[in-house]
């Protein structure tokens, strides 16, 4: 059976915000947390607060760049045994209760080297990702799974820090759907101010890359999303959803539909208000 070829959703998101003079806000959400089906509902409240793309995040035992938070929520989710499998299979349930924003998978390396390489990627287009972030899987090691990736129509999305220096340009000229440009030093989590040097970072990663630009770890306020909107295409925020996500876990695993709803209502208003206003 040959396998229909069609452009990504993620570029053609991207075509669409430039011309409206928009940035996008890509939203991070820990699947599992409290379990799959309110992460269902927790991703349809996000495209309904106005968010463009959105960030499926596995949980992982031994996170690389996670903070407290994440790691938490990821604590939450492993007690009840979420699988690779299960976080993908969250994106078909979405489209299935009319969800039509490009999903991103962000996962570690070794879940999906468990799961074997061609039927990871064979998953992500089969439940209609238009991309994949892996943090711990460096340039010089992902050929494989960049090749796996063009097949697929998958953006392989790399993540490049202040610290990279020299490799800045060399990820960045290569770079697949969007350049992911961490803001901070260190793990991700909700922080007061950005690395000193991050007008002329974005501005070097943004000389280098062919693909959008998009800016994460540590944004968790509209002001700060403004800031950094005129600098980049894309803010993404993980930290701070998935801290209120946190803050309303009695509502969201109430067995009152009333209370859910509100809970529910209340995260979709969270990311609203993260949402920068037009450029110009």
């Known amino acids: 059976m040959s396998t229909v070829l069609t452009p990504n959703a993620i570029d053609a ?10 940035t996008a806000l890509i939203p991070f959400l820990t699947m599992g947390d409290p379990d799959l089906d309110t992460s269902v509902a927790l991703v349809q ?51 299935s209760r009319g969800v039509t924003m490009p999903f991103i998978l962000f996962t570690y390396y070794n879940p999906a080297l468990q799961l074997g390489l061609e039927r990871f990627f064979g998953m992500l287009q089969e439940h209609g990702f238009s ?13 494989e799974a960049r090749a796996m990736a063009e097949r697929a129509r998958i953006h392989l999305i790399p993540l490049v820090a202040p610290t990279s220096e020299a490799r800045v340009e060399r990820i960045a000229a290569r770079a697949s759907g969007f350049v992911y440009c961490v803001s901070s030093l260190g793990v991700t989590g ?18 280098a890359a062919h693909v959008p630009i998009c800016v994460g770890f540590g944004i968790s306020s509209r002001e700060q999303a ?20 946190e803050e309303v876990l009695p509502q969201l695993k109430s067995n009152e539909e009333s209370e859910k709803a509100r809970g529910l209502r209340s995260v979709q208003d969270f990311i609203a208000d993260l949402k920068p206003r037009r450029i110009g």
């Not at 403004?226 to 996500?245: N, P, T």
């Open 45 to 95: 409240a996000a495209e309904a607060a106005g968010a463009h793309m959105i960030e499926l995040g596995v949980p992982y035992s031994d996170p690389l760049a996670d903070g407290p938070v994440i790691q938490r929520a990821s604590e939450r989710a492993l007690i009840n045994r979420i699988s690779l499998t299960d976080c993908i299979g969250v994106a078909s349930k979405a489209r």
């Open 226 to 245: 403004e800031q950094l909107a005129g600098k980049c295409d894309g803010v993404i925020v993980g930290s701070a959803i998935v801290r209120h996500v």
């Open 131 to 143: 991309g994949v972030i892996i943090p711990d899987l460096p340039m010089e090691e992902d050929e």
């Open 190 to 207: 909700v922080r007061s101010s950005f690395h000193e040097g991050i007008d002329q970072f974005l501005a070097t990663v943004r000389q």
């Open 13 to 22: 998101v991207f075509a669409e915000l430039k011309a409206r003079g928009e």
